[in-house]
């Protein structure tokens, strides 16, 4: 079980310099180069994405290597930083891989300890010239009631191969390199995977959230290399979902904050009956009512931020309530930057919709907000045992 009253040092909880720097970076950059509607130019090319900005952010400002150490081509910092980066993609509505590459791939190659795999891969990631994702690390990946994980790895004589499928993999049509979660006859294992057409068919899927790519992977006897070892494959899933949360919760904190910001900006300026709208009570409470949500939301992020950054036993619990709160926060933020921006907030032209898509897809990305509340009871002893 673990602690109620964790011993986490308050600094953590606040922005350092550095830290207010990059935000202040980041910002501008996503104004001047990725607004709403480069956001819809870039969602009709084959890749999804602006690459050249893709590129800038790797090379001008080293984002993808903010938690990356150093002897692997990152910068050495820890995901402190890198939530920065996170919140403020959130915020801008960034539509490139950054959830997949950056956070989870990079990281579960971290956490599998894996020196080999991570000489290999990691600097190509920092540098921005590599795209992952993992696949087969959800709950519907496990074993069903046949008892057969939904990917398998087979050891040939040329080494292993995969077999079988899963579905919804983030940027899995596009990703240059899979870390997949497959059945062995000794257990779980992760194996790394660079899909070819002839033996991986990866067909995207049509998702609410078009920002954020999504595919089935079929593997057909694809060759892959084992990462890490069978006793950590687990709790190297375990702690990349983790982290995925927590990176997901900052995402989402920006994104309530570009909400919030965009709708009292509305309100300030549209006039009805010889005034602001936004001078109206009913109006200021429900914007009152985000406001304090999203504090709520900010506190959680930061929280289980602190929590990825030093690698705390804490992670499971901070990444549960963070993915909670900060889920129905970003939930509520969009809905009333929808109502609140009246019959043109209910149009495509405007970008409220895109934001509300995003919402409602990061709400149910690594499990819904009633099993993170399951899970969390388990890890606070509140039931007889987490949720898996």
Do not use: N
Request: glycine letters at 10%; one cysteine or more.
């Amino acid at each position: 079980m673990h602690r109620r009253h964790p011993e986490i040092d308050p600094q953590l909880l606040s922005e350092t310099d550095e830290q207010r720097q990059l935000r202040t970076v980041l910002r501008d950059l996503y104004a001047e180069a990725s607004g709403v509607e480069e956001v819809r130019k870039h969602l009709t090319t084959p890749r999804g994405y602006d690459e050249a900005l893709w590129a800038r952010l790797a090379g001008e400002i080293g984002v993808h290597g903010l938690a990356i150490p150093e002897e692997y081509g990152g910068s050495g910092f820890t995901f402190a930083e890198l939530a920065v980066a996170l919140e403020e993609s959130g915020r801008a509505l960034y539509c490139a891989p950054l959830l997949p590459t950056v956070v989870l791939a990079a990281h579960a190659l971290l956490l599998s300890g894996d020196r080999r795999a991570c000489e290999r891969y990691l600097p190509r990631i920092a540098d921005g010239t590599l795209t992952a994702t993992v696949a087969g690390f959800g709950p519907d990946d496990r074993p069903g009631e046949s008892g057969e994980p939904a990917v398998t790895a087979e050891q040939g004589g040329d080494g292993w191969v995969l077999r079988g499928r899963t579905d919804f993999v983030l940027d899995g049509a596009g990703a240059e390199l899979i870390l997949v979660r497959a059945g062995t006859p000794a257990g779980p294992r992760i194996f790394a995977c660079e899909p070819a057409s002839d033996t991986c068919l990866r067909t995207p899927r049509r998702v609410l959230d078009e920002t954020r790519r999504q595919a089935l992977v079929e593997f057909r006897g694809a060759p892959a290399t084992a990462v890490g070892t069978a006793e950590e494959a687990e709790g190297t899933v375990s702690a990349t979902l983790d982290t995925g949360r927590a990176a997901l919760a900052a995402e989402q904190v920006g994104g309530s904050g570009h909400a919030l910001d965009a709708t009292v900006a509305f309100v300030a300026q549209r006039h009805q009956f010889g005034r602001p709208i936004g001078s109206f009570q009913a109006v200021k409470h429900r914007l009152a009512d985000v406001l304090v949500a999203l504090e709520a939301a900010r506190s959680g992020s930061a929280y289980a931020t602190a929590c990825a950054a030093i690698a705390s036993p804490q992670l499971p619990v901070a990444a549960c309530a963070a993915a909670v709160v900060c889920s129905e926060t970003f939930r509520l933020a969009t809905a009333e930057y929808v109502q609140l921006h009246g019959g043109i907030g209910f149009t495509w032209e405007h970008p409220a919709h895109l934001y509300v898509r995003r919402a409602r897809g990061a709400e149910v990305l690594f499990g819904t907000a009633d099993q993170h509340r399951t899970r969390l009871a388990g890890l606070v002893g509140l039931a007889t045992r987490p949720a898996a």
